[in-house]
């Protein structure tokens, strides 16, 4: 039986961590031999989402039981989902807990849900505000960039004309659409700036295979993220899924479009 | 790096982009106001079209943030094998939102812990459908276009995880932050 114990060092005689998702580690104890493995939190670093990271890993490590300061009522539903017993508000070193809950001597706290009474869908004032608030704060995160976007069409159409626009995307489909997809490749953020330069676009007479190819290549090829990605998950899958990626948004793009074409529209 | 000052790169981050158009505007107000003004104007036409979809957006945004909870969608990944794995790779992949980066730790995590390449490549690629921004799609494109693009895209992303998967499988880094 694994026991996960939030800590703030990599040993049995660290504290416990004050909060689940935020502590710097997670020390994994055998209930029965007391061997134990200090696993970094990568949540710990982490500005956004830090929760969500802790709860994977710890579902990933198979453990039992969680014991720590503070676990959000999203943590607890999700954990308790997968079979993870949560004690919260524990307080002491790693090895102190342990032995304690071996003993018998943890308590669930009053009003910590199971996951199914926490529900993860179940609708509540509480749940709603946090509903709202992310909603906005998801908003707020893309106005910014949607603003700098749509000024600089504004500029772009200013200064751009039909014909300095065709000289570049000529008409040519296969080079319309590698052009579409190179600078869906080199672009980043969200789609919905792809969606209104693609928008745009039409506008000036380019053609729906090069707006498509830049519209699925946005979100899938992303040169700028390519080291980071490369770091994350390997340079061989980072390069091969990129590659492919970028092939795949020529032949969605031309599949697409022609699918269109030929149903009449 | 504490959470404050990764809080301050975020939001620098976010108005570098739209404050260097608007330094542009303002150099471009100087000399040449005509053009600034047409800029201008151009761009308000297109703040008034997207300002309903974007609502809609919103709305959307509610919606799935009431219903889907990163951790809900993060419990999709890695979990399973073969088909029905990823089925739950496409279907986490189309419901998650936010920029890719805040995804990549989770990731990493997953690929430790034995998540297949074709797992993550077609998360990576089936979050080309995004179903909250649909109505903005739908307002440039129409529906039948968007409709043909999705079916297209997410069979897409499975083409690329199979692909991927047969290149890079068993190639992949399995390092151990233990």
């Known amino acids: ?265 | 790096m504490s959470n404050r000052s990764t809080r301050k790169q975020s939001v620098m981050r976010m108005i570098y982009f739209p404050a260097s158009v608007i330094a542009v505007y303002g150099i471009i107000f100087a000399f040449m106001p005509d053009r600034a003004f047409l800029a201008l104007k151009s761009s308000g036409i297109i703040f008034s079209n997207i300002i309903i979809p974007l609502s809609l957006v919103f709305i959307l945004m509610i919606v799935l943030n009431l219903f889907l909870k990163p951790a809900y969608i993060a419990s999709f990944l890695g979990k399973e094998a073969g088909i029905k794995g990823i089925i739950l790779s496409m279907t986490a992949g189309i419901i998650s939102t936010g920029p890719i980066y805040a995804w990549y730790p989770m990731l990493k995590e997953l690929n430790e812990k034995g998540a297949g390449s074709s797992s993550i490549a077609v998360f990576l690629n089936s979050r080309a459908v995004k179903p909250f921004l649909l109505p903005i799609m739908i307002a440039y494109f129409g529906c039948l276009y968007v409709a043909i693009l999705t079916v297209f895209t997410i069979t897409g992303s499975l083409v690329a995880g199979y692909i991927v998967g047969a290149l890079v499988e068993k190639k992949m880094p399995k390092t151990n932050i233990s």
Not at chain 1, 164 to 191: E, H, K, R, W, Y
Request: aromatic share 8%; charged share 10%; with cysteine.
């Open chain 1, 1 to 265: 039986m694994k026991i996960a114990v939030s800590a703030d060092s990599p040993d049995l005689n660290a504290k416990v961590g004050s909060r689940f998702g935020t502590s710097k580690y997670f020390i994994i104890v055998d209930r029965d031999t007391m061997d134990f493995e200090a696993v970094v939190n990568p949540g710990a670093s982490t500005y956004q989402g830090s929760g969500v990271q802790a709860v994977v890993l710890v579902i990933s490590k198979k453990v039992d039981t969680v014991l720590t300061g503070y676990c959000s009522p999203t943590a607890i539903g999700h954990l308790t989902a997968n079979g993870i017993q949560v004690l919260a508000g524990v307080v002491g070193t790693v090895g102190e807990v342990v032995q304690m809950y071996k003993k018998g001597k943890l308590q669930q706290q009053p009003g910590v849900k199971s996951g199914l009474e926490a529900g993860v869908n179940k609708i509540d004032k509480t749940t709603l505000i946090h509903a709202l608030s992310n909603s906005v704060n998801q908003i707020i995160r893309l106005l910014p960039v949607l603003t700098g976007v749509v000024l600089l069409i504004g500029l772009f159409s200013s200064f751009i004309s039909k014909e300095l626009l065709s000289s570049v995307f000529s008409g040519n489909i296969a080079i319309d659409t590698l052009l579409g997809a190179s600078l869906g490749s080199i672009f980043a953020g969200s789609p919905i700036n792809s969606y209104i330069i693609g928008g745009e676009f039409l506008e000036y007479g380019i053609s729906l295979f090069a707006v498509t190819a830049l519209i699925i290549s946005w979100v899938t090829v992303g040169i700028v993220q390519l080291p980071a990605e490369m770091a994350v998950l390997g340079i061989r899958f980072a390069l091969v899924r990129n590659a492919v990626s970028f092939a795949l948004s020529l032949i969605i793009a031309i599949l697409t479009v022609t699918f269109l074409t030929i149903i009449g529209v």
